[in-house]
């Protein structure tokens, strides 16, 4: 199975500033995914985010808030912007499919 | 819209016990369920795939169910130890691709 590079591991950021979380990925993958989960929850899809083309938002997340970068097969970004301490959660990436799942080691985030 | 619930939200053991986690989904039209295991602060580590079409999966201690009938999985842990302490997730991929996480169940292993 892939091998996920992601980075940083944690940060403590000022509120209204913004963080870029990166992926790196062993290998080349059509779809990359983008999770968020809030202290004491369960993961929540962000974003799908395909090499060239717009990533697809869930629900309760848009473009402004998440912009996302997919400029190859192996990379993608994760901008978390303008954030407030509601943003403070682990962000994780995901490349997977039928064959099931990988996930990244995680980014956590706080917000002060 | 896919919903799951794993069952129960914690579990304290003392070692060497075996143990049942359970996980139960609404819709039975899945591509695959996926067992995870999630230490404090960290990303998920895969623990047992099971496609749509298997009833169950084993890797060493670990055996993990499947009866998509009854919209229903297992995560059978044998002789417990502390090193499993951890939270575990189940997550079910529909056909669409993505993938649906229960709560997950915090399991503490007493020495």
């Known amino acids: 199975s892939a091998v996920i590079s992601q980075k940083p591991s944690r940060d403590i950021c000022q509120r209204g500033t913004s963080l870029t979380i990166q992926c790196q990925v062993d290998s080349q993958v059509t779809m990359m995914f983008w999770y968020r989960q809030q202290p004491g929850q369960s993961l929540t899809l962000i974003a799908t985010a395909n090499q060239g083309s717009e990533a697809t938002y869930e629900s309760g997340f848009v473009i402004d808030k998440f912009p996302i970068s997919r400029p190859n097969l192996t990379f993608s970004t994760l901008t978390v912007s303008n954030m407030s301490p509601e943003d403070s959660s682990i962000y994780l990436c995901?490349?997977?499919?039928?064959?099931?799942?990988?996930f990244g080691s995680g980014t956590r985030l706080t917000v002060v | 819209k896919q919903e799951v619930t794993q069952i129960p939200a914690a579990l304290s053991v003392p070692e060497g016990e075996n143990l049942v986690l359970n996980c139960s989904f609404t819709d039975s039209a899945i591509y695959n369920l996926q067992w995870f295991r999630q230490d404090p602060g960290k990303g998920l580590t895969s623990l047992l795939l099971?496609?749509?079409?298997?009833r169950e999966q084993t890797s060493g201690r670990l055996n993990a169910s499947l009866d998509k009938s009854s919209g229903r999985s297992t995560l059978y842990i044998a002789a417990s130890q502390p090193g499993d302490s951890a939270t575990y997730l189940c997550a079910v991929d529909t056909n669409a691709g993505k993938s649906t996480f229960g709560d997950g169940t915090t399991l503490t292993v007493k020495p």
């Open positions: 995901s490349v997977g499919g039928g064959q099931g799942y990988t």
């Open positions: 099971i496609q749509s079409s298997q």
